[in-house]
C-alpha cells in the first residue's frame, strides 16, 4: 500500500440533512505523516473513524476511497478488511483499549496468531521483537504484566506494538498523547516518527495540539466545525498561516506568563516534611518536601507523570493515609484539627480534577452539580441554592438558562467551567486545580486559565495549580515548583525559573516542549 486517499468525504447521521463532517479531501502517503488538528468537535476523530470505517451507529459517511488507485466503497467489505491490516489505529486512551484482566502479552500473541497465522512460539518471539522496537524496558518480562502495572507512556508503547503487530501501511494516531506529559510525549512522537522512517509508514497524526503535530508532519489539514478550512506543507502553514482560524489555534498556545508579585503577602498553607512511600514503591512518592502558598498568590507544582505532584496536591488536602509531615492552614495545624473542625475547613478549599468529562455527575443537573457543595457545607434553601447556582455559573460566563441542563449537552471547555462554579461555591480561600486543563484543546485551555487568572486576583484565592504544563503554569501562578522523583528540585518566581532555569531537569521540562 504506497497511498491512501479519502475524497468528498460526507458524515451525517442517518435521516439528517446537515453533514456533521465534510467535505474532507486527505491523502496518506508512503513515509510521509499527515497531520490533522483543530479544537474539539472539528471533526478529526470523525474522520478517523470513517477512514477506518468504525462510525458509531446512526452516523452515515459518503465519499471516495482510493488504495493505491483501485476505489472501495466506504463501510463495505473491501474496506472492513482494510482494518486492522492495511490501516492500523494507535487510539488516544491505551488504558481504555487495553483488557484490564489479560496480560498484555496475550492480548498481542492473539493478534499476531489470529490476523498474522503464526504459531504459538513463533508469536511470543515476534511479540517480544516488537515490544523492544517500541522501546519497552525488559521486554520479555513485560510480555507477563498486565495493562495496570504501566505507566501511561509504556501503555501507549504497548498499544502502538499492537498496531504494527498486524505489519499494516497506514498507521492512524489519535490524540496519542493528550494524556501525556511534554517529554514522555515528545518520546511517544518520536518513536512514532522513527517507525514512520524505518518501515515507509504512511501516518495520519491527529491532535488539537499544532505546535506538537507541526513539530512531526510535513503536510498539515487544518479542521473547523467539520470544514477543512486550511491544508498544505507545514513549513508553510506555520510560516504564513492563510485563514483566520489557523492564526488563532497558533496565537492560542503563546500564553504570557504572569509578572512577579510581591512577597508580603500572609503565608495561607505550608507543608513541612511531607512524605509518602506507597506500599511496595520502589522509591517515596514523596521525600521530605517543605512549601508554602501565601494569599491572593499562584503556586504551580510542575513535574512529569510520576513526579510526585499530585500526590503532593493530596497530602496538603490531607487525602492522603500514610502521610507524613506536618500542614498548616492559616497558622492552624490540620493534624490537630477535630471532625468538625476539618469540615469547615473542607468548605474553605475548592478543587478542580483534570476530566471534566469523569469529574460531574451525568445524572444530575447543572444547577444540582454547581450547588451541591451548598447542600453538603449550607443550611440553604433549594431556591436560595439554585439562585447562588445561577450566579457561580455567570460568574465563570456561562447563562443561568443552563441549569438544567446535563453535562452531556456542554463542550468540554463548558463543562470545566462548571466544574469551576461548584468549587467556588462554598467562597473558598484556596482554590486546587490538578491538571485543570490538560484535556482541553487550545482554545479552550487558554480560555480557561484566563478565567483562573481572573477569579485569583478578583477573589484573593490562593491557587495551587498542579500541572505538567509549564506555559499553562505561567498564565496562572507567579511561583513555580519543579518536582523531579519526590522531592523539589527548583523553585521561585515563574517568569524568572523559566527565563533561566537552574536545574537540569527543568531545562529538560522546557526543551521537551516545541514552540509555536
Known amino acids: 500500500m504506497n497511498s491512501v486517499a479519502l475524497r468528498g468525504l460526507h458524515v451525517s447521521a442517518n ?15 508512503a513515509g510521509q505523516c499527515l497531520g490533522v488538528v483543530g479544537e474539539s468537535g472539528s471533526g478529526k476523530s470523525l474522520t478517523a473513524l470513517s477512514l477506518l470505517g468504525l462510525l458509531p451507529p446512526g452516523l452515515q459517511a459518503r465519499g471516495e476511497l482510493r488504495v493505491d488507485g483501485e476505489t472501495l466503497g466506504l463501510g463495505g467489505a473491501a474496506h472492513a478488511r482494510l482494518r486492522g491490516r492495511g490501516l492500523a489505529w494507535v487510539p488516544q486512551d491505551p488504558l481504555a483499549a487495553l483488557h484490564p484482566l489479560r496480560r498484555v502479552g496475550a492480548q498481542l500473541i492473539e493478534t499476531l496468531r489470529t490476523v498474522r497465522g503464526l504459531g504459538k512460539d513463533e508469536a511470543r518471539a515476534r511479540a517480544q521483537h516488537l515490544f523492544e522496537r517500541v522501546q519497552l524496558p525488559e521486554p520479555a518480562t513485560a510480555l507477563q504484566r498486565y495493562p495496570h502495572q504501566f ?11 499492537l498496531a504494527l503487530a498486524t505489519a499494516p501501511r497506514a498507521l492512524i494516531a489519535d490524540e496519542p498523547t493528550s494524556a501525556l506529559d511534554a517529554r514522555i510525549a515528545r518520546d511517544i512522537l518520536d518513536l512514532l516518527d522513527r517507525l514512520r522512517r524505518e518501515d515507509g509508514l504512511a501516518l495520519l497524526l491527529i491532535s488539537h495540539d499544532l505546535p506538537l503535530v507541526g513539530a512531526y508532519a510535513q503536510r498539515l489539514l487544518v479542521l473547523q466545525r467539520g470544514v477543512v478550512v486550511e491544508q498544505g506543507e507545514a513549513a508553510r502553514v506555520f510560516a504564513a498561516p492563510a485563514q483566520a482560524y489557523t492564526r488563532e489555534l497558533l496565537a492560542a498556545d503563546r500564553i504570557e506568563a504572569l509578572p512577579e508579585a510581591s512577597s508580603d503577602a500572609p503565608v495561607w498553607l505550608r507543608g513541612e516534611g511531607l512524605r509518602m512511600h506507597y506500599p511496595r514503591a520502589p522509591r517515596p512518592a514523596l521525600d521530605a518536601v517543605d512549601i508554602e502558598l501565601r494569599r491572593g498568590e499562584g503556586l504551580a507544582l510542575v513535574g512529569e507523570s510520576g513526579s510526585g505532584k499530585s500526590t503532593l496536591g493530596r497530602a496538603l488536602l490531607r487525602l492522603l493515609r500514610g502521610a507524613q509531615g506536618r500542614v498548616c492552614v492559616d497558622g492552624a495545624d490540620l493534624v490537630g484539627l477535630d471532625a468538625a473542625a476539618l469540615r469547615r475547613w473542607r468548605a474553605q478549599t475548592g478543587v478542580v480534577f483534570q476530566d471534566p468529562y469523569a469529574s460531574l455527575d451525568p445524572r444530575l ?5 454547581v450547588a451541591e457543595p451548598l447542600r453538603i457545607h449550607t443550611r440553604s434553601d433549594a431556591a436560595a441554592r439554585r439562585a447562588r447556582a445561577a450566579e457561580l455559573l455567570a460568574a465563570v460566563g456561562l447563562d443561568a438558562a443552563m441549569l438544567d441542563r446535563y453535562p452531556h449537552q456542554f ?9 469551576i462554579a461548584r468549587a467556588l461555591a462554598t467562597e473558598p480561600k484556596l ?18 486559565l484566563a478565567l483562573l487568572a481572573r477569579l485569583k486576583r478578583e477573589r484573593g484565592l490562593a491557587l495551587l495549580f498542579v500541572t505538567h504544563d509549564l506555559s499553562a503554569a505561567a498564565a496562572v501562578a507567579e511561583r513555580i515548583a519543579v518536582l523531579e522523583a519526590g522531592r523539589i528540585v527548583e523553585t521561585g518566581p515563574t517568569a ?4 533561566a532555569p537552574q536545574h537540569a531537569h527543568t531545562r529538560a521540562l522546557l526543551a521537551a516542549r516545541p514552540q509555536a
Not at 463532517?21 to 491523502?27: A, H, M, N, R, T
Not at 505507566?151 to 506494538?161: H, Y
Not at 443537573?365 to 452539580?369: G, L, N, P
Open 431 to 448: 482554590l486546587v486545580c490538578d491538571e485543570a486543563v490538560s484535556a482541553l484543546d487550545a482554545h479552550h485551555r487558554a480560555a480557561i
Open 15 to 29: 435521516g439528517g440533512a446537515r453533514a456533521l463532517l465534510g467535505p474532507v479531501d486527505l491523502e496518506l502517503h
Open 365 to 369: 443537573r447543572v444547577a444540582q452539580i
Open 411 to 419: 463542550s468540554g471547555g463548558q463543562r470545566q467551567r462548571i466544574a
Open 496 to 499: 524568572q525559573v523559566l527565563r
Open 151 to 161: 505507566s501511561g507512556g509504556q501503555r501507549q508503547r504497548i498499544a502502538i506494538a
